[in-house]
């Protein structure tokens, strides 16, 4: 008897045992269950490309403001100085709070061969475990901003003392959800239909330069000519604030190009060893071919010859390697002089600070021969498309430029002409006079 209810108590302890240890497992797995999914967004962070693309977008950001505001301010006259710091810093403010709403969700929300969609308007669903690639999806979206405020700032050069503050603002609104936003899907989202191509845009220069330089000329048309242009000497005020612009551009465009790789790794020292190398030969490219024709170099020259090939590296950085970089900064330093003097007054056109000449001219001349050094005969890291052929990888480059340059005309045209109607574009002659700063801000930028 007592060997029976031995046995019976054996048995109740095994089996509550393994009813546990069913339990343990069961539990295990709810747990697992609830939390992998911020298990595993953390475990695909890396801290070194998170630390690297932090640096990147401040480096970024810093481009526009205090860069680009800098540079562009020291090219005006005095009585518009801190009307085109105003201008550049309003734009900063304006796109991030876009961004967030719709702008982020129309360039990267969803799969779409013309756009993301809105279904990640007001960020829905980004949160601090979301990951994209390697690094948390905030610091890929706020990236990603930095691009999208300094595409419309850079467009201000073209139109610097003629527009009104009001117009510009509703302007770079519309500008940056119906123009910029689609554009960047295209070439960088998921389904894009320049990006199924082939096309290697690896930091902008169709997605950015190309985009803004021709918007920018389309303005400056669509505004007319400075009163006086071309009678009345317009000399830059103070070329120690354009300089100092300048150089910080040219730091900041280091997180630009290095900081598309997206990651902290070979590629991205390579794009910073390439926008280095064409930077400098455009600036000496500029400057030589300045010489020549006026037999002295300028400062002004020289800098705008360093943006040139910043300009054009940027399509190329991450394909294209030093033998590439230097025949880009060669080529883009030589034509960028030459639009933004020769053919600028051949023509006419009043762009005011070369958006034109510089930017859409660099990033053209960046896309297309990107498309042939990227090869790796000439050191590069071979081609998009899929066939491996240079006459397919030319040809998707220069669907890029093409579909770029009249998609972005006629929706800037269109655009400007509604603002026009609505609210006006220009200053009157009086306040153009007057000089903006005191004419639609009440503010000087120098107390003589």
Same mark, same amino acid.
Request: some cysteine; glycine content about 14%; proline content about 2%.
């Given at each position: 008897?007592?060997?029976?209810?031995?046995?019976?108590?054996?048995?109740?302890?095994?089996?509550?045992?393994?009813?546990?240890?069913?339990?343990?497992?069961?539990?295990?797995?709810?747990?697992?269950?609830?939390?992998?999914?911020?298990?595993?967004?953390?475990?695909?962070?890396?801290?070194?490309?998170?630390?690297?693309?932090?640096?990147?977008?401040?480096?970024?950001? #810093?481009?526009?403001?205090? %860069?680009?505001?800098? #540079?562009?301010?020291?090219?005006?006259?005095?009585?518009?100085?801190?009307?085109?710091?105003?201008?550049?810093?309003?734009?900063?403010?304006?796109?991030?709070?876009?961004?967030?709403?719709?702008?982020?969700? &129309?360039?990267?929300?969803?799969?779409?061969?013309?756009?993301?969609?809105?279904?990640?308007?007001?960020?829905?669903?980004?949160?601090?475990?979301?990951?994209?690639?390697? &690094?948390?999806?905030?610091?890929?979206?706020?990236?990603?901003?930095? #691009?999208?405020? $300094?595409?419309?700032?850079?467009?201000?050069?073209?139109?610097?003392?003629?527009?009104?503050?009001?117009?510009?603002?509703?302007?770079?609104? $519309?500008?940056?959800?119906?123009?910029?936003?689609? &554009?960047?899907?295209?070439?960088?989202?998921?389904?894009?239909?320049?990006? @199924?191509?082939? /096309?290697?845009?690896?930091?902008?220069?169709?997605?950015?330069?190309?985009?803004?330089? /021709?918007?920018?000329?389309?303005?400056?048309?669509?505004?007319?000519?400075?009163?006086?242009?071309?009678?009345?000497?317009?000399?830059?005020?103070?070329?120690?604030?354009?300089?100092?612009?300048?150089? +910080?551009?040219?730091? %900041?465009? #280091?997180?630009?190009?290095?900081?598309?790789?997206?990651?902290?790794?070979?590629?991205?020292?390579?794009?910073?060893?390439?926008?280095?190398?064409?930077?400098?030969?455009?600036?000496?490219?500029?400057?030589?071919?300045?010489?020549?024709?006026?037999?002295?170099?300028?400062?002004?020259?020289?800098?705008?010859?360093?943006?040139?090939?910043?300009?054009? $590296?940027?399509?190329?950085?991450?394909?294209?390697?030093? +033998?590439?970089?230097?025949?880009?900064?060669? @080529?883009?330093?030589?034509?960028?002089?030459?639009?933004?003097?020769?053919?600028?007054?051949?023509? %006419?056109?009043?762009?005011?600070?070369?958006?034109?000449?510089?930017?859409?001219?660099? %990033? $053209?001349?960046?896309?297309?021969?990107?498309?042939?050094?990227?090869?790796? @005969?000439?050191?590069?890291?071979?081609?998009?498309?899929?066939?491996?052929?240079?006459?397919?990888?030319? +040809?998707?480059?220069?669907?890029?430029?093409?579909?770029?340059?009249?998609?972005?005309?006629?929706?800037?045209?269109?655009?400007?002409?509604?603002?026009?109607?609505? /609210?006006?574009?220009?200053?009157?002659?009086?306040?153009?006079?007057?000089?903006?700063? /005191? @004419?639609?801000?009440?503010?000087?930028?120098?107390?003589?």
């Amino acid at each position: 008897m007592e060997d029976l209810l031995r046995k019976n108590e054996i048995d109740r302890t095994h089996a509550k045992g393994a009813r546990d240890l069913r339990l343990g497992r069961i539990g295990v797995l709810l747990a697992g269950a609830l939390f992998a999914p911020a298990v595993f967004a953390q475990d695909a962070i890396d801290s070194g490309d998170t630390a690297w693309m932090l640096v990147a977008t401040v480096l970024v950001l #810093f481009m526009t403001i205090p %860069g680009l505001s800098l #540079f562009y301010a020291g090219m005006v006259r005095s009585k518009n100085v801190l009307s085109v710091l105003m201008q550049c810093f309003a734009i900063t403010c304006l796109v991030t709070v876009l961004w967030v709403f719709w702008g982020y969700s &129309i360039a990267f929300g969803a799969d779409g061969l013309y756009w993301g969609g809105l279904s990640k308007s007001f960020l829905a669903g980004v949160t601090a475990d979301s990951v994209s690639g390697t &690094i948390p999806e905030t610091v890929f979206l706020t990236f990603q901003m930095t #691009f999208a405020i $300094i595409t419309p700032a850079l467009i201000v050069g073209a139109f610097v003392d003629r527009m009104k503050f009001s117009a510009l603002m509703v302007f770079v609104g $519309i500008w940056v959800l119906v123009v910029y936003a689609p &554009i960047t899907h295209w070439v960088w989202g998921g389904g894009g239909w320049l990006g @199924a191509q082939g /096309i290697l845009d690896f930091a902008g220069g169709t997605v950015v330069h190309i985009n803004a330089g /021709i918007a920018g000329l389309v303005t400056a048309l669509v505004l007319g000519k400075r009163k006086g242009y071309g009678r009345v000497a317009m000399p830059p005020h103070n070329l120690t604030l354009s300089v100092i612009g300048a150089a +910080m551009l040219w730091v %900041g465009w #280091f997180g630009f190009n290095a900081g598309s790789e997206l990651a902290a790794n070979g590629t991205a020292g390579m794009a910073m060893l390439v926008t280095q190398i064409a930077t400098a030969m455009s600036a000496l490219a500029w400057m030589g071919a300045e010489w020549v024709v006026h037999k002295k170099p300028s400062v002004l020259g020289m800098i705008t010859g360093a943006v040139a090939g910043l300009v054009a $590296i940027t399509p190329a950085s991450g394909s294209v390697g030093p +033998m590439g970089a230097l025949a880009i900064g060669l @080529a883009s330093g030589v034509l960028c002089y030459l639009v933004s003097t020769k053919v600028k007054s051949m023509f %006419g056109y009043d762009d005011s600070l070369d958006v034109f000449g510089v930017h859409c001219i660099g %990033g $053209i001349v960046g896309a297309l021969l990107t498309g042939i050094f990227c090869a790796e @005969a000439f050191g590069g890291a071979g081609f998009g498309v899929e066939s491996g052929l240079m006459s397919d990888q030319l +040809m998707a480059q220069a669907t890029g430029v093409l579909a770029t340059l009249v998609y972005t005309s006629i929706a800037t045209l269109i655009i400007l002409k509604a603002v026009d109607l609505v /609210i006006g574009l220009r200053v009157d002659e009086e306040q153009e006079t007057m000089g903006l700063d /005191i @004419a639609l801000h009440d503010e000087t930028g120098y107390n003589l």
